[in-house]
């Protein structure tokens, strides 16, 4: 069955630094890949998809590309804030959404 | 996309009870789902709310314990029933979006069984 791994956390960055969180599927086919983001305190936020293989998806600096051959969809941003502390779940989409685990991320001042 | 309520925000509930939450979507959808999301855990689906029929259930969950209904295309509620300290939990909604491929969340129902 589909199934999303990530890496685990948390991860503590300064601000300002590079972020980059793991992601690899195992699925048949090719199914929409999604990266959900989770504020402390509130629900899931879409931060970002990729439909096809080769595609980028991109939201608010967060980038991340839908790669096939390594069955990988990693999240990155260049240049992260404290605002972006929160919890980040990889997710592939059929009928319904299969998780990853979830990654914390703390960025400090 | 979609705006999603739900009610209640939290709650805090005593054991052997029940306890029915809320889902109201602004715009009428076609595929709404329920998910649990246990402490410091990730989401697992509960089931899918059809409207017209009964709801599809994952491997582990059961409509004894956690019935759902689906009267129109914006509403739905699931009950969890006859509640253990184990079924604390966020219990999320979620609806597809037009293209049925993203998923877009309600803010969650935050539930502590004593």
């Known amino acids: 069955g589909d199934s999303v791994t990530q890496m685990e956390g948390p991860v503590t960055l300064s601000e300002e630094a590079f972020l980059t969180i793991n992601c690899t599927y195992t699925?048949?086919?090719?199914?929409?890949l999604f990266w959900y983001v989770q504020y402390p305190g509130e629900g899931l936020q879409l931060l970002l998809k990729?439909?096809?293989?080769?595609d980028k998806g991109s939201n608010k600096g967060f980038e991340a590309t839908y790669r096939k051959e390594t069955t990988s969809f990693h999240l990155e941003k260049g240049s992260v804030q404290v605002s972006d502390s929160a919890v980040y779940f990889c997710?592939?989409?059929?009928?319904?959404?299969?998780f990853g685990s979830g990654t914390r991320l703390q960025v400090q001042p | 996309s979609a705006v999603i309520s739900q009610k209640p925000s939290r709650d805090i509930c005593q054991r052997g009870t029940s306890l029915t939450i809320q889902c109201q979507v602004d715009?009428?959808?076609?595929?709404m789902f329920w998910y649990r999301q246990q402490p410091g855990q990730s989401l697992t689906l509960i089931a899918t709310?059809?409207?017209?029929?009964?709801?599809?259930?994952e491997s582990g969950f059961v409509i004894d314990k956690f019935p759902i209904s689906r009267p129109n295309l914006t509403f739905s509620t699931l009950t969890v029933s006859n509640m253990s300290p184990e079924d604390s939990s966020i219990y999320l909604c979620?609806?597809?979006?037009?293209?049925?491929?993203?998923?877009?969340f309600g803010p969650g129902t935050r539930l502590l069984v004593l």
């Open positions: 979620s609806v597809a979006g037009d293209n049925q491929e993203t998923q877009y």
């Open positions: 699925a048949t086919g090719y199914p929409s």
């Open positions: 990729a439909t096809k293989a080769d």
């Open positions: 997710a592939l989409g059929r009928r319904a959404l299969t």
């Open positions: 715009s009428q959808v076609t595929m």
């Open positions: 709310a059809n409207q017209g029929s009964e709801a599809t259930y």
